[in-house]
């Protein structure tokens, strides 16, 4: 089993940044490819971004490509997602998961996820 905690959500104005960070516990958090994902009221869950179990390959979603930064510290067991340039359309609750999956792969299906976090919200007012 892997734990995963996010935290680092908030109300933030339009144009402001705001980094989420997961942290893991349990497995061997360099087992596992990350990923971020998020869900607006009323939406389908939605894929962020995704990085490789080393932190060398990450892959976003188009949309947000430029604005947001999948990272991660295998040494700390952490997941960051910093977000910039936030915008209205932005708010949802974020959720991080681990995917356990090849060294090199990047995956934005959510079934390839074994592992989520409970998410934060993220509001982002105009």
């Known amino acids: 089993q892997v734990q995963l905690v996010e935290s680092g959500g908030g109300l933030v104005q339009a144009g402001g940044s705001l980094r989420l960070s997961c942290v893991a516990s349990g497995r061997t958090f360099s087992n596992y490819a990350m990923g971020w994902f998020r869900r607006a009221p009323g939406k389908e869950h939605e894929f962020v971004a995704t990085i490789t179990r080393s932190g060398a390959g990450t892959y976003y979603a188009d949309s947000l490509k430029g604005r947001f930064t999948i990272s991660r510290d295998n040494a700390k067991n952490t997941v960051y997602l910093q977000m910039n340039s936030l915008k209205p359309e932005d708010t949802a609750v974020y959720y991080c998961?681990?995917?356990?999956?090849?060294?090199?792969?990047?995956?934005?299906?959510?079934?390839?996820?074994?592992?989520w976090g409970q998410g934060t919200q993220v509001t982002v007012s105009s």
């Open positions: 998961a681990a995917a356990g999956v090849g060294y090199y792969t990047l995956t934005k299906n959510q079934y390839d996820y074994n592992y």
